[in-house]
């Protein structure tokens, strides 16, 4: 659970593809990343999706571009020209997330790349455990590099944190969104999957991953919470859907049928 923290050197170029804004940046260490900036409309909720859901894939053997803590000082920016770029500069100093650029990867596409039902299962198994609503066929998020299948930007993971409203109810959910998935026609091993993943995700790692969220992320409830609070409820969500998994694996099963 090791995450490298590095200082952005020099800005590239805005990734203007992205709700949020982010950016290609060169950090301090010679590489260049994706930067998911905390200025950004989601604000650090988006990083700590981010970071839950890339920590969760790795845990889980997927192939990820390696994560970083991203660090913007308060004088990075200022000769940037355009005032929108600027704006989210300033409004971003402190820590933020990056993640590993591949250079000349080329986006996942259904047609011309072929997924096996084992693999394709264990990503609808994870993506429906995260609720993310962003694998799909209009923005796949997956990279095809070096000839192997690569998951990027789980940012629109978790989006319960947006509302912080009757999050029990919502650990609980099915996630219906999943019948969009990508690669929910060839996931066919969920039952297998669930098996195999409900014994990695045990509390004990949930909590480890949990654990890596920043502090100075963890300010922007309005309510008595601290830092640590906000952690034990996304503790409690994470541990709850492993827990209840079957709700969602019989979603996306019965999802399936209805596709094929």
Do not use: C
Request: charged share 25%; hydrophobic share 40%; net charge negative.
């Amino acid at each position: 659970m090791e995450i490298r923290t590095v200082n952005v050197t020099r800005y590239i170029t805005p990734l203007r593809e992205g709700g949020s804004l982010p950016a290609l940046a060169e950090a301090d260490d010679g590489f260049k990343y994706v930067v998911k900036f905390r200025g950004s409309g989601h604000g650090t909720k988006a990083l700590i999706s981010e970071l839950i859901g890339g920590l969760t894939a790795k845990v889980l053997g997927f192939r990820i571009p390696e994560l970083v803590f991203i660090n913007l000082d308060e004088a990075f920016g200022q000769s940037e020209g355009d005032e929108e770029i600027q704006d989210l500069l300033q409004g971003s100093r402190g820590l933020n997330m990056g993640l590993h650029f591949l250079s000349g990867a080329f986006t996942y596409d259904p047609v011309t790349t072929t997924v096996d039902e084992k693999l394709a299962s264990q990503i609808v198994w994870m993506d429906a455990f995260l609720t993310n609503v962003d694998r799909t066929v209009k923005n796949t998020n997956m990279l095809v590099w070096n000839r192997q299948l690569w998951l990027i930007d789980h940012g629109s993971t978790l989006y319960f944190h947006h509302t912080w409203d009757n999050w029990q109810k919502q650990a609980l959910s099915p996630f219906a969104m999943v019948k969009d998935h990508v690669l929910l026609p060839f996931a066919s091993k969920l039952d297998e999957v669930d098996a195999e993943f409900k014994q990695i995700l045990s509390k004990e790692k949930i909590a480890e991953i949990v654990n890596r969220i920043p502090d100075d992320w963890l300010n922007w409830t309005e309510g008595s919470e601290t830092s640590q609070d906000l952690r034990d409820v996304y503790l409690q969500f994470l541990t709850m859907r492993i827990d209840n998994s079957m709700l969602y694996v019989k979603e996306a099963q019965d999802a399936r049928k209805a596709l094929i």
